[in-house]
């Protein structure tokens, strides 16, 4: 079955620091791939996605690359802020039959000042 | 529009008792998910459905859970009897299909429920 493997966290950076979340994935078909991020107490929100091979989602001066030869969609930022602190969960969409999203575990990341 | 709305947000119970856990969709889409968080597994999917029509409850814990939807604009969750494990966040979610939609899901705000 389908399933998305994210880094562990929780991942510590300084303010300005460079992220790089790693997200793998393994899936029949061709999914489409997202990013999540979650701010303390609310929901999930879409953060950026991808639907084909090497697209190139961004938002908000983060961005992943659907990498179809290594599975990979890891999300990355230049400079991070403290306001970027949050939950960051990478999932797949697979169009072949389920309709439903599978996620990640998650990765916890804190900026600090 | 005003989102997906969840009520309520925060649930403490006893076990034993009946909890209801309320979703309405954004209004014109079709398809509608509930998932729990825990963190011990993360973020789980329990049923969706589409068109008010359950299509995949393999999630679904245990014969305590059910859900419904009895129209396009309402879903409930019900776990009857709760236990303390079932304590966690419960989020709804809902998309809309055609092109272009990416299966994009758009989140609640999620109901905490803590179960004594």
């Known amino acids: 079955g389908d399933s998305v493997t994210q880094m562990e966290g929780p991942v510590t950076l300084s303010e300005e620091a460079f992220l790089t979340i790693n997200c793998t994935y393994t899936?029949?078909?061709?999914?489409?791939l997202f990013w999540y991020v979650q701010y303390p107490g609310e929901g999930l929100q879409l953060l950026l996605k991808a639907t084909k091979a090497d697209d190139k989602g961004s938002n908000k001066g983060f961005e992943a690359t659907y990498r179809k030869e290594t599975t990979s969609f890891h999300l990355e930022k230049g400079s991070v802020q403290v306001s970027d602190s949050a939950v960051y969960f990478c999932a797949l969409s697979d169009y072949t039959g389920r309709r439903a999203l599978t996620f990640g575990s998650g990765t916890r990341l804190q900026v600090q000042p | 529009d005003a989102g997906v709305i969840q009520s309520p947000r925060h649930e403490v119970t006893e076990m034993g008792q009946e909890v209801t856990l309320r979703c309405k969709p954004i209004?014109?889409?079709?398809?509608l998910f509930w998932y729990r968080q825990t963190m011990m597994r993360g973020l789980e999917l329990l049923i969706y459905f589409n068109n008010n029509v359950p299509i995949d409850d393999s999630g679904m814990p245990e014969d305590r859970f059910s859900a419904k939807m009895p129209n396009a604009s309402f879903s409930t969750l019900k776990i009857q009897p709760s236990e303390p494990r079932d304590s966690a966040v419960y989020f709804c979610a809902s998309s809309l299909t055609g092109l272009g939609s990416y299966n994009e899901q758009f989140f609640g705000p999620g109901t905490r429920l803590t179960v004594l």
């Open positions: 899936a029949t078909g061709y999914p489409s």
């Open positions: 209004s014109g889409h079709d398809y």
